[in-house]
C-alpha cells in the first residue's frame, strides 16, 4: 500500500469494527470505496498527497451537504452529514491556523511576483499542494483576491 492515510484508514476500519461502532465502519467504509473506485477507474495506486486530495473532497461535499440540509430544515440529515465530515476529519493533517495561512499567501505572492489578479492562477498554483486537506481553497481564495485587488 503506497499510501500511510490508507494504512491509518485500514487500522481505524480494523478498530470501529471491534468497538463495534456501526455508523463510524459505514463512513470508513465509504472513505474505503471511493478510493478503491478511483484505483480501478484510473489504474493506479492512490499516493498521500492523492489520498488527500479525495478526503478534501469528501469533506467539501459534506460541509455543502450539511449547509444545504440546514437551510432546508432537515436537521436529521443535516446532523448525517455532520458526523461524517468529523470523521473524514479524523484522516485529514491539522488544520492550519489563520496567520500560518496568511503567510503561505505572502510567501507564494512574493515567489510568483503576482501584483494583480492577473496572477491568482500562479499563487493558487503553489499554494494548493501546500494546504491540500488542510485549509479551505474557498477561503484562501477570497484572502488571495483581498491581498491581490
Known sequence: MASAIQATIKVAMKAAMRAKAKVRLGVIRMIQAEFKRI????????????VLAVLDKMSKQRRDSETQY?????ADLADIEAFELTVIADFLPAALTDDEISALIDEAVTATGASSMQDMGKVMGILKPQTQGRADMGAISK???????
Open 39 to 50: 484505483e480501478v477507474d484510473e489504474r493506479i495506486e492512490l499516493d498521500d498527497a492523492r
Open 143 to 149: 484572502l488571495i483576491k483581498a491581498k491581490l485587488g
Open 70 to 74: 440546514r437551510d432546508a430544515d432537515r
